[in-house]
C-alpha cells in the first residue's frame, strides 16, 4: 500500500537486546512517531486484529492484558488524542500527536511534550534457548512511561489464557499480517520454533 511505502520502515531490526550469554532477548524495529503514522498502524491493529490482542498500559509494579469487548465501534482523533470506543465495553484515550487544547485553556508546552509519545515499536521477545515466545507493540510517552502495551495472539496461549498445548501457529496470523504489511516481511518459519511458556525457559 501507499501508506506503508511512503514510511519505508526498514525490514530489518532496529535494535537487538541480548541476554548475558549473548542470545537475542528481544528484537525491535522503531516505528515512526508522526500522528498519521501511529492513526494508520493503530487503526489497523484494532480494527482488523482485535479479536486476538491484549492491551493495556505496562508500568512497574502493574501490568494489564484487556480483551477488546468486541470491534470497535468508533477510531476518532481529536487534538492529539486517538479514541477506540468500544461502546458498552467502554473506550480508551492514546496521545499519538500534539495535544495544544483550546484557545481558552491551551496545553502548556511542558505538558504537551510530556503526553507526546517519544518511543513506539513493534518486538518479538525470545526465551532463554532463542526462541521466538512474544509479538507485539509498545509505546511510551516524553517521559518515558508506558502509554500502551499490545500483545499479538500466541500460538502457546488460547483465548481464555490457557496454554495451548500443542501450539496452535494459526495464532500468528496477526503477527505476519502486521509485519507484512508494516516491516515488509514474509512469514518466517522461526516463528514456530518456539515451544511457549511451559517449556521454553521463559
Not at 2 to 11: G, Y
Not at 105 to 118: E, F, G, I, Y
Not at 137 to 151: A, D, I, T
Request: glycine fraction near 10%; include cysteine; hydrophobic fraction near 35%.
Amino acid at each position: 500500500m501507499e501508506e506503508e511505502k511512503r514510511w519505508r520502515i526498514p525490514s530489518q531490526p532496529s535494535e537487538t537486546q541480548r541476554r548475558e550469554d549473548g542470545t537475542p532477548a528481544r528484537e525491535l524495529w522503531a516505528l515512526p512517531l508522526e500522528e498519521a503514522f501511529l492513526e494508520a498502524f493503530l487503526r489497523d491493529v484494532f480494527e482488523n486484529h482485535w479479536p486476538g490482542i491484549r492491551f493495556g498500559p505496562m508500568i512497574q509494579g502493574a501490568a494489564y492484558e484487556w480483551k477488546c469487548p468486541g470491534a470497535p465501534r468508533r477510531i476518532s482523533l481529536y487534538d492529539g488524542y486517538l479514541t477506540v470506543m468500544f461502546g458498552n465495553g467502554g473506550h480508551f484515550h492514546l496521545c499519538i500527536g500534539e495535544n495544544r487544547g483550546s484557545p481558552a485553556n491551551p496545553t502548556a508546552p511542558a505538558l504537551r511534550a510530556h503526553r507526546r509519545p517519544s518511543r513506539a515499536q513493534i518486538f518479538r521477545g525470545y526465551d532463554a534457548e532463542a526462541r521466538p515466545l512474544t509479538w507485539g507493540f509498545e509505546m511510551w510517552n516524553g517521559k518515558g512511561e508506558n502509554g500502551l502495551s499490545v500483545w499479538f495472539p500466541s500460538p502457546f496461549l488460547n483465548d481464555d489464557d490457557s496454554l495451548s498445548d500443542p501450539p496452535d501457529f494459526d495464532r500468528l496470523a496477526t503477527w505476519r499480517a502486521l509485519a507484512a504489511r508494516w516491516l515488509g516481511r514474509e512469514p518466517e518459519t522461526l516463528d514456530e520454533e518456539g515451544k511457549g511458556f511451559r517449556r521454553g525457559g521463559h
